[in-house]
């Protein structure tokens, strides 16, 4: 046995005999979390679980707050760059953290996804904006290790992919400081993006392609359950209307002749019979009868 793996064995038992519980250290002699061993959270629920968030997009004016608030040091360009992809090209998080730095195509204004929702390849557009947050990480950018557009920027790890609990992390604590008191998470910035662009006026099956959505209905849907400003604008313009007079009851009671028309109208009514030569012949009959009662000779 190697003497440094045999010092750290003596000292993990004299730490659990002084303290009476299990300390775990690495293969360095550092501590280790439980939570890092396999299994810890097996058979846990969530803190989260049950939990619906209401899609309420942040507006622009809060983004550039938070924007700002991140400053211009490294780590405030990266998280800047992050959110331009997230609110102006309208990334899922997982696909903005898996771009590299060879997806980025600023001539042609696009953002390759090659992995994206059910590990579909499209490409998304993004405006100057972006590119222009993008640009200015990527001066810091070029002095790591090539690889992952977002990556870890201090300690051993510095060049791989960042991960997506310490983006969510960093833009709550940004959020908090900038004094927004809006949920600020990456999903909200893709629904600002997708509102933005309906106010615009883009089709909605554009929009459906920019977000990856399979089905165009979950597109419409989606935009119905966060845009009712549509809604809202039409029933705000209403005017009321003046108020009319009533009817006049007279004029609207059809007349007698128009109800019962000469010559016992068209067809057989209140018992007539059905024939129209039968019913002017008792017409005329009846009109000669009463004509002779009323003559005396």
């Known amino acids: 046995m190697r003497p440094g793996l045999a010092g750290m064995l003596i000292l993990r038992e004299e730490l659990v005999m002084s303290s009476g519980s299990v300390l775990l250290v690495d293969a360095a002699g550092r501590r280790r979390s439980p939570a890092t061993m396999p299994g810890y959270l097996a058979g846990r629920a969530p803190r989260n679980k049950g939990m619906h968030y209401p899609p309420d997009p942040p507006r622009a004016e809060e983004i550039v707050v938070v924007m700002r608030q991140a400053g211009q040091d490294r780590h405030g360009l990266r998280i800047r760059a992050l959110i331009a992809v997230l609110w102006r090209g309208g990334l899922r998080i997982s696909e903005a953290l898996a771009l590299n730095e060879t997806d980025i195509d600023e001539r042609r204004g696009s953002l390759l996804i090659r992995h994206g929702k059910g590990d579909k390849r499209r490409e998304?557009?993004?405006?100057?904006?972006?590119?222009?947050?993008?640009?200015?990480?990527?001066?810091?950018?070029?002095?790591?290790?090539?690889?992952?557009?977002?990556?870890?920027?201090?300690?051993?790890?510095?060049?791989?992919?960042?991960?997506?609990?310490?983006?969510?992390?960093?833009?709550?604590?940004?959020?908090?400081?900038?004094?927004?008191?809006?949920?600020?998470?990456?999903?909200?910035?893709?629904?600002?993006?997708?509102?933005?662009?309906?106010?615009?006026?883009?089709?909605?099956?554009?929009?459906?392609?920019?977000?990856?959505?399979?089905?165009?209905?979950?597109?419409?849907?989606?935009?119905?359950?966060?845009?009712?400003?549509e809604i809202i604008d039409a029933v705000r313009s209403r005017r009321p209307q003046p108020s009319q007079p009533p009817p006049d009851s007279r004029s609207s009671r059809p007349s007698a002749a128009r109800r019962s028309p000469a010559g016992g109208g068209d067809g057989p009514r209140n018992g007539c019979c059905s024939s129209r030569t039968t019913c002017s012949s008792s017409s005329q009959a009846s009109t000669t009868g009463a004509a002779t009662m009323q003559k005396p000779w």
Not at 207 to 224: A, F, P, V
């Open 124 to 229: 998304a557009g993004m405006d100057q904006f972006g590119f222009e947050q993008l640009a200015a990480w990527l001066t810091v950018r070029v002095s790591l290790p090539p690889g992952a557009l977002f990556c870890v920027i201090d300690g051993s790890t510095r060049g791989r992919r960042w991960a997506a609990t310490a983006a969510r992390a960093e833009l709550r604590e940004l959020a908090a400081e900038a004094g927004v008191r809006r949920r600020f998470a990456p999903q909200q910035l893709r629904h600002a993006h997708a509102v933005e662009l309906a106010r615009e006026g883009v089709a909605v099956n554009i929009i459906q392609r920019q977000l990856g959505h399979t089905d165009l209905g979950t597109t419409s849907t989606y935009l119905q359950g966060i845009d009712p400003s």
